[in-house]
């Protein structure tokens, strides 16, 4: 992301029905043809039933617990044991089916827990009319123990932003913030090499085991979409279906691709709006106004004062092109921000400074001392940074122009990572995961984090995937609109049969705000 906000972000959100998994168990062993990456310490691990660490929805039926597994599966020197929170949403009918869903959100680093206890009605009321849903906040996560926040590198994001920095010197300030944070997390016995994709999906392995599921379906949003893939990958024998929800797939390159990723999703964004009848008559020549607003804040940065959307003290926000590039990239994944981007693109053009402040609140609302970004960075750094091409992020930001210089370059990325030291991540994790367990993905046509050739990319080692598009739509489409989340209910419902998709047609276009005059 631009101005080097979080350099991770988005990639930037039960006790078994059986009772069985109260007492301890051990790991069961490695699967075929599993990896040397795969954890293998025979290491116990096992489930306590516990009070709940939020309060539940109104009408919810939910019950909770800890999954007490080993930090690092991987280190035997290491007999550190961390809790994972888990809550169990029952279904509502007598007899339920035998196979709950399992949600894992994004991130990394998302609440899921309280995600779910917030979207109760949309996401888990989808599934309990036959089924169990089990969320878990996954390790470094929510009320999970440790909880790897990074309040120290979150400030030092924020000095930067209010200052005129060269790139080099914004970097070693964050650089120098993040490493305060480590030196903390490291201090008090934390291992960041153990919090990645390969020991979150062995954390579901042994949820699903010490629960007492024989079978269960998969959901996985953004990067609990990789989880899902490597659970997939190591941990086969349990799933019944599987759902991806804008899908990440764990081979590709988001560092390397991430300027044509948001150039694409930036341009049908705009091609929407020139098509978009409450769009295209107001705000014409949107793309050419953008990018003239651009070169203005480039050449004459302007100042905001706001205070950030999360809650917390205010702050001055040096506003220049990068800025600009950032938020609206991350707003057209957004939609509860995608409608007012065009007004306030053309207010700004305008002369009206104060249109900029939405912008700024898009970017301060990555930049929260309560989200575990230092799970966001370890998980980045191991897995995907050793595997970034700086050949192909070069030949993205030349085929991109302005916009893909604002990226983060692959050796601000390395320079970061050979700070934070959260190991490296087995090359054999970096290829596609292959199955013929029937998956369903789903993808947002505005989608500058996980862009729709993904879906296809994981889809074609995957004989029993399908994929559908939503082209209107951004990140996360399930949480956007009623049809997709139908899509999901139905295949989870019979995987086996077609996927009916005729609710595409009848989702209605994309209401823009209105300009100033029209009221």
């Known amino acids: 992301m631009t101005r080097h906000t979080v350099l991770f972000v988005a990639l930037m959100l039960v006790v078994g029905a059986c009772g069985a998994g109260s007492e301890s168990a051990e790991t069961s062993p490695p699967p075929p043809g599993a990896t040397s990456a795969t954890p293998t310490t025979a290491l116990a691990f096992r489930f306590v039933t516990a009070a709940c660490e939020f309060d539940p929805a109104f009408g919810a039926e939910v019950d909770c617990g800890w999954l007490e597994v080993p930090e690092n599966r991987a280190d035997p020197d290491n007999h550190q044991t961390i809790r994972l929170h888990v809550a169990r949403y029952a279904a509502t009918v007598s007899t339920p089916e035998p196979d709950p869903v399992l949600y894992l959100f994004g991130g990394p680093g998302d609440p899921g827990v309280d995600i779910s206890n917030w979207l109760h009605t949309r996401l888990v009321q989808l599934f309990t009319d036959r089924r169990d849903v089990i969320v878990i906040d996954q390790r470094g996560s929510g009320y999970s123990e440790p909880l790897l926040t990074c309040p120290e590198g979150v400030e030092a994001e924020y000095d930067a932003l209010d200052e005129t920095l060269t790139r080099d010197e914004e970097v070693q300030r964050i650089i120098d913030g993040y490493a305060t944070c480590r030196n903390r997390l490291t201090a008090n016995g934390v291992d960041l090499t153990a919090y990645n994709t390969t020991q979150n999906a062995a954390d579901i392995g042994d949820l699903m085991e010490a629960m007492g599921y024989a079978h269960y ?13 490597t659970v997939l990958r190591h941990h086969p024998e ?10 990440l ?5 988001p560092t390397g691709e991430g300027p044509e990723i948001a150039a694409e999703a930036v341009s049908a964004f705009f091609a929407e709006c020139a098509a978009n009848e409450s769009c295209g008559p107001d705000y014409p020549d949107l793309e050419q106004r953008f990018w003239e607003l651009v070169e203005r804040l480039d050449v004459s940065p302007v100042t905001i004062h706001t205070f950030p959307p999360q809650g917390g003290t205010s702050h001055d926000v040096i506003v220049d092109g990068d800025l600009l590039i950032e938020s609206v990239t991350v707003g057209v994944t957004r939609p509860e921000l995608i409608a007012q981007i065009p007004k306030r693109i053309a207010t700004a053009h305008g002369g009206d400074d104060s249109a900029l402040e939405f912008f700024v609140e898009i970017v301060l609302g990555m930049l929260d001392e309560s989200y575990p970004v ?9 897995e995907q940074a050793p595997f970034i091409d700086s050949e192909r992020f070069d030949a993205a930001v030349a085929a991109t122009g302005r916009l893909g210089e604002a990226f983060d370059t ?15 991540g087995d090359a054999a994790e970096h290829v596609p995961v292959a199955s013929d367990v029937p998956v369903l993905a789903m993808q947002g046509g505005f989608d500058a984090f996980t862009p729709t050739r993904w879906a296809h990319h994981a889809a074609a080692s995957l004989p029993n ?10 990140h996360w489409v399930t949480l956007d609109h009623v049809c997709p989340r139908e899509v999901a209910r139905r295949f989870v419902t019979d995987p086996g049969t077609d996927v009916d998709t005729s609710c595409i047609e009848m989702i209605p276009p994309i209401r823009f705000w209105p300009p100033p005059s029209s009221g």
Do not use: K
């Open 374 to 382: 230092a799970l966001n960075i370890s998980t980045g750094c191991h």
């Open 410 to 424: 692959p050796d601000d990325i390395a320079r970061f990572c050979e700070m934070w030291q959260a190991g490296v």
């Open 217 to 229: 379906n998969l959901f996985g949003v953004s990067y609990g979409s990789r989880v899902a893939l």
């Open 238 to 247: 349990r799933i019944r279906s599987m759902v991806l929800d804008s899908v």
């Open 465 to 474: 995937a399908v994929v559908v598009e939503f082209p209107a739509h951004g």
């Open 249 to 253: 797939p764990p081979d590709v390159d």
